[in-house]
């Protein structure tokens, strides 16, 4: 959201430096053209490209984060198919520590991607959630 404020000032400071440019070029005098060509036209559009370059790296950024958001999710998805642990997923995953991969888990759970039951033992156990089971219609007359 932030690039896309960045963009929009942009393109703002631009047409505003444009604009400038056809208000300075009415001025009698040299000083004030030069002065007005500065000042209302190069200093906006320079400023107004800037925005617009900066805002468009931001976009790009977010737009990578949420591609390797996704490409993780998958993975972790399909490391507890037929369930798993946070252990089993960090070494399934090579994930540093089965802490990090808890927390990914809990993330998913959250969101109701997974399921997590607890063992006898205490341990923790994501699987995914059972499907629902299919509503059948008895049309009888």
Request: hydrophobic share 50%; glycine share 10%.
């Amino acid at each position: 959201m932030l690039g896309n404020a960045f963009v929009a000032a942009g393109a703002i400071s631009g047409a505003f430096g444009a604009v400038g440019w056809i208000a300075a070029l009415r001025h009698p005098s040299i000083l004030a053209l030069v002065v007005g060509v500065l000042c209302y036209g190069l200093v906006p559009l320079i400023g107004g490209l800037g925005f617009v370059w900066y805002g468009l790296d931001l976009i790009e950024e977010d737009q990578i984060a949420s591609t390797r958001r996704c490409a993780m999710r998958a993975a972790l998805l399909e490391a507890v198919r037929d369930g798993a642990t946070p252990a089993q997923v960090a070494l399934r995953l090579r994930i540093s520590s089965p802490r990090d991969a808890e927390k990914a888990l809990d993330d998913l759970v959250r969101h109701g991607l997974l399921e997590l039951d607890v063992t006898d033992d205490g341990e923790l156990f994501y699987h995914a959630p059972a499907p629902l089971p299919a509503f059948s219609e008895n049309r009888s007359a």
